[in-house]
């Protein structure tokens, strides 16, 4: 079983209303620990690759890393570029045989946005690759509190239909008001759940992504506190949400601050309970199955997504 693309998998998640969890990868343990869930709850699995990630990884590690998971287990994987800033990164990674790349054009005007998205569609769609693009704006903490800001950040559903004709891309990130990292809210967690149904019913089997989607889970960041930690105020969206999402037309989430928090508040307690131990083994290890459970506990729980595979 080779990688496999997106196609397959958006097209059953949108017809039986849940969604893939897209997880960000940076090591060895972090991929271990995800495929493992996945294979335990015989789901999808989108492996995503940030710029970060293969600038601290290497490029050439991961990917063979991930092709590696593939052999060892059968399972079928997609090998996707997150948040690609220009076009030469996601032709890198075309040639380097990832099966699906986004290119995240949000930050630049309209058509901009659209020229650049549709070049790099054009390309990838000749080697077989399929492109993930991006309308709107993520907010951050202190956005999406007045209506007019919502209106001039989140997605358009007008441009999002629009968009999608004129470049082609194959799956699109929308914002509705999540963010990444840990302090998405303020106050009491909101999505714009309206515009969401808008732009579902306005672009019918069309399948969707949400980004900075990390619950912030609770007993992560209590864990990472106790144990020597400072991550006041911390929170994400809630589960009942992600879960909402994936009836509509949200095909894929997007994960890593959760992956982040469950690898560290392991790590932080057992160096707090061990203070004698270095062997990395000794704390990757329990790290790598505190992965695998938080996994698990998606795609079963969250992302409705277990038994899809
Ligand atoms: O969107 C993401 C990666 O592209 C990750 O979002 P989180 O920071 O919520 O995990
Ligand atoms: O979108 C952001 C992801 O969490 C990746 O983060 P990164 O760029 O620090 O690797
Ligand atoms: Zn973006
Ligand atoms: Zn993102």
């Given at each position: 079983m080779p990688l496999v693309d997106t196609k397959e998998m958006f097209k059953k998640a949108y017809e039986g209303h849940y969604a893939v969890g897209a997880f960000n990868v940076n090591n060895m343990e972090i991929i271990q620990g995800i495929v493992e869930a996945a294979i335990q709850e015989k789901a999808p699995l989108i492996l995503q690759v940030s710029a970060g990630a293969r600038k601290y990884a290497k490029h050439i590690y991961l990917t063979k890393l991930v092709e590696a998971a593939v052999e060892d287990t059968g399972l079928p994987i997609c090998l996707h570029l997150d948040h690609g800033a220009d076009f030469e990164i996601c032709k890198d990674c075309v040639d380097g045989g990832f099966t699906s790349?986004?290119?995240?054009?949000?930050?630049?005007?309209?058509?901009?946005?659209?020229?650049?998205?549709?070049?790099?569609?054009?390309?990838?769609?000749?080697?077989?690759?399929?492109?993930?693009?991006?309308?709107?704006?993520?907010?951050?903490?202190e956005d999406a509190v007045k209506v007019a800001a919502k209106d001039a950040t989140y997605t358009d559903p007008d441009q999002a239909v629009e968009f999608v004709e004129r470049t082609g891309c194959d799956s699109l990130a929308i914002a509705i008001g999540t963010s990444h990292g840990a302090y998405k809210f303020k106050g009491k967690p909101e999505l714009d759940f309206a515009r969401l149904e808008k732009i579902t019913n306005m672009l019918p089997g069309y399948p969707l992504?949400?980004?900075?989607?990390?619950?912030?889970?609770?007993?992560?960041?209590?864990?990472?506190?106790?144990?020597?930690?400072?991550?006041?105020?911390?929170?994400?969206?809630?589960?009942?949400?992600?879960?909402?999402?994936?009836?509509?037309?949200?095909?894929?989430?997007?994960?890593?601050?959760d992956l982040r928090l469950a690898m560290t508040a392991s790590i932080r307690k057992y160096f707090t309970?061990?203070?004698?131990?270095?062997?990395?083994?000794?704390?990757?290890?329990?790290?790598?199955?505190?992965?695998?459970?938080?996994?698990?506990?998606?795609?079963?729980?969250?992302?409705?997504?277990?038994?899809?595979?």
């Open positions: 790349v986004m290119i995240d054009g949000s930050k630049y005007p309209f058509e901009e946005n659209i020229e650049l998205t549709k070049r790099v569609v054009d390309y990838a769609h000749s080697k077989g690759v399929v492109v993930e693009a991006e309308l709107g704006k993520l907010a951050g903490v992504v949400l980004h900075g989607a990390s619950t912030v889970i609770p007993s992560f960041v209590e864990e990472c506190n106790k144990y020597g930690g400072k991550l006041d105020g911390a929170q994400g969206v809630p589960e009942d949400m992600l879960l909402k999402a994936g009836t509509f037309g949200v095909c894929k989430i997007n994960i890593d601050t309970e061990h203070p004698g131990d270095f062997d990395p083994r000794q704390y990757l290890g329990p790290a790598r199955e505190a992965i695998k459970a938080m996994v698990a506990h998606k795609m079963r729980d969250v992302l409705n997504c277990s038994g899809k595979a």
